[in-house]
Nanobody
C-alpha cells in the first residue's frame, strides 16, 4: 500500500511558477513510476507528466517546455514545477503511482495507476 500526499498548490498570477510536491509512504517508492494529472471543473482528469523509476520523463503537450517532473527517491518525493503559468492551468493536481513495469504509453492514462493522492488546488489568475 502506498499513500500519497500532495502539497504546494495555491493562487498564482499568470506568468508565475509553482512547484508541487508529492510525498509517498512506504519503502519501495523508487520502484514505482510516478505521474501528475490534473482535473479542471467539468473536465476529465488529464495527464500532465510522468517519471519512471529510471527517471525517464514524458510531458503532455500542454505543459511541454515549461514544466519539469523530478523525483528524489531518498525523500520518497516527486515534484512538478510549472513555469509560465496560464489561467488554463487552473485545476486540481493529483499525483499517482503505478507499479513497476507499466509501460510509458500506459502511464499517460489515469486508469493505469494504482495509487492516488487527494489532490492540491492550483489557481492561476489572469
Amino acid at each position: 500500500q502506498v499513500q500519497l500526499v500532495e502539497s504546494g498548490g495555491g493562487l498564482v498570477q499568470a506568468g508565475g511558477s509553482l512547484t508541487l510536491s508529492c510525498v509517498a509512504s512506504g519503502r519501495t517508492f523508487s520502484r514505482y513510476a510516478m505521474g501528475w494529472f490534473r482535473q479542471a471543473p467539468g473536465k476529465e482528469r488529464e495527464f500532465v507528466a510522468h517519471i519512471t523509476y529510471g527517471s525517464t520523463t514524458t510531458y503532455a503537450d500542454s505543459v511541454k517546455g515549461r514544466s519539469t517532473i523530478s523525483r528524489d527517491n531518498a525523500k520518497n518525493t516527486v515534484y512538478l514545477r510549472i513555469d509560465s503559468l496560464k489561467p488554463e492551468d487552473t485545476a486540481v493536481y493529483y499525483c499517482a503511482a503505478a507499479y513497476l513495469g507499466t509501460s510509458d504509453t500506459r502511464l499517460i492514462s489515469p486508469g493505469n495507476y494504482n495509487y492516488w493522492g487527494q489532490g492540491t488546488q492550483v489557481t492561476v489568475s489572469s
